[in-house]
């Protein structure tokens, strides 16, 4: 009896360590033999504090040994480099807990999470010389295909949320399409399906082996999966490049909130306490200054703002959210000067109102958005205090009924700095604050893979910018080594 009840828990012991090697951090579970009667008691281990330790716990995919020579010049790369480490860390911290998490949850290699590294640094307004956009760099055609709106209010591409699902997806049909191989379908997922598998055909006609590693692939390809391999070599074992992962929290940095229809980027900025720029930052689908009037009807925000905004959302009367009104249209109008005056672009307002030319007769209507962006054009309802002795943000916010968050967001104060007497503090009604352009949205960040031939001069000219910026964009030391297949990051 006393060998049966050994067998058992040695099973018991063995199917949660399984368990525990194919699971997500969250799942993992502790051992620990009790000496007295050989009992195995199995504890919930705690999700680990640091993101790169449970990636590190879920990697999976290895370096073949007859390729680890295939991948010396991107160790080269990063060998050392605690400056492109250190960008590498700073660019997930908003949107790498998301990936990893939902590819977990999906089943997926914790490698695919850890993609938009390579494609795009995680940045949402990354844009290739070809036109991917996003995190994942998805094409127009690509992302229509896989369920991705855009339009003038909206562009999937650049939603986090919605461009993880449509990749994942993506990825998983790829990898179903080439037996289970997830080298081959994250090569198709940059180069294409097609291009992978005339490769495949091509090797097979030689007699030759069918590997990733084998194939004849665009060098932008063939560097894409080492690339992402040697990243995460080095998140495994940091030692070994001689450098330092800085900590990334393993918790959510954002969270997702219902909205009740379409709403003002700026309003919502006031709402959650926050500055225009952080919205944006956190929604980047939405291209205009407002959410999408046919949605999706959701923002990201910050961990621990989501409570304030709720309760100031359903605090406001129904008419202050966007909303559309009829505009009567006056003798000497014409779309040019209205769609100047709302902020709204002529084929947006044609497309609204069923025009099939810009021709429009005074006295008919049309309908235009009215929101709280172009609201501020007219003078809010502002009073200014005299800071007097004894004066602090807290009783200023309490006699005025408004919170102390709003104050300095509407003076651009330093919280920690005490106010000075006859010092001028501006209080606006609820809601209400100074309105200004949207966040400038002008600088964007080009992905350009570099081409034979190419050297970091060559590139600036092209561009219009420095060579010296070039390096530092991209920490480059050594302009000689630059290569084929490399991709450059560039602000324009």
């Known amino acids: 009896m006393h060998r049966i009840f050994i067998a058992i828990s040695l099973l018991v012991f063995n199917s949660c360590a ?72 700073k660019s997930g911290q908003r949107y790498l807990f998301h990936t990893l998490t939902r590819a977990q949850e999906l089943g997926l290699p914790v490698e695919l999470a850890l993609l938009p590294f390579v494609e795009s640094e995680f940045d949402p307004y990354a844009k290739s010389v070809d036109g991917a956009t996003g995190i994942w760099q998805f094409m127009p055609a690509t992302g229509k295909e896989w369920g991705l709106k855009s339009n003038w209010w909206y562009d999937g591409k650049k939603d986090v949320l919605a461009s993880t699902e449509a990749a994942l997806q ?25 291009r992978v598998n005339r490769a495949i055909r091509k090797n097979k006609r030689e007699d030759k082996p069918i590997r990733f590693w084998d194939l004849d692939l665009p060098k932008e390809t063939t560097a894409y999966v ?27 940095y954002f969270e997702r909130v219902k909205i009740p229809g379409q709403l003002d980027l700026m309003q919502a900025a006031d709402l959650a306490g926050l500055k225009p720029e952080t ?35 359903e605090s406001l009367n129904q008419n202050d959210l966007v909303r559309w009104d009829r505009y009567k249209i006056r003798r000497g109008d014409n779309l040019y000067k209205i769609a100047s005056r709302y902020k709204i672009e002529v084929a947006v307002l044609m497309e609204i109102n069923g025009l099939g030319s810009d ?83 002008d600088l964007r960040t080009m992905l350009y893979p570099v081409k034979s031939g190419d050297t970091i001069s060559r590139i600036a000219s092209k561009f219009e910018i420095s060579s010296k910026d070039i390096q530092e964009w991209n920490e480059i030391e050594d302009v000689s080594k630059i290569f084929p297949g490399q991709v450059l990051k560039l602000f324009l």
């Not at 080492?226 to 070994?240: R, S």
């Not at 235009?368 to 609201?375: M, Q």
């Not at 005490?418 to 501006?426: G, N, R, T, V």
């Open 359 to 441: 021709l429009i007769f005074a006295g008919k209507e049309i309908m235009v958005p009215r929101g709280s962006a172009w609201a501020g054009k007219q003078n809010p309802r502002e009073q200014v205090y005299i800071v007097v002795g004894g004066d602090s943000l807290w009783n200023i916010s309490k006699k005025f009924k408004v919170s102390i968050e709003d104050v300095v967001l509407w003076n651009d104060l330093d919280i920690e700095v005490p106010l000075q007497i006859d010092q001028e503090i501006k209080i606006f009604t609820r809601y209400e604050r100074i309105r200004q352009e949207l966040p400038s949205r």
């Open 226 to 252: 080492p690339k992402l391999l040697v990243l995460c070599e080095l998140i495994k074992n940091p030692k070994a490049f001689d450098v330092n992962l800085p900590s990334i929290a393993n918790r959510p």
């Open 18 to 89: 399984s368990a525990a090697n194919n699971n997500s951090a969250e799942s993992a579970v502790e051992f620990e033999m009790i000496s007295d009667n050989n009992i195995i008691e199995v504890r919930p281990e705690e999700a680990p504090f640091d993101i790169w330790e449970r990636i590190r716990l879920g990697l999976s995919i290895t370096i073949p040994d007859d390729k680890i020579a295939a991948t010396s010049l991107y160790r080269e790369r990063l060998y050392g480099n605690q400056a492109a480490v250190n960008r590498i860390s």
């Open 170 to 194: 993506f990825l998983t049909y790829l990898n179903e399409k080439f037996d289970g191989d997830w080298l081959l379908a994250m090569a198709a997922y940059n180069t294409g399906p097609t």
């Open 279 to 313: 919205i944006y930052e956190l929604n980047p689908g939405f291209n205009q200054w407002a959410t999408d009037p046919s949605g999706p009807h959701y923002l990201l925000l910050p961990i621990g703002v989501s409570d304030r905004f709720m309760t100031q959302l």
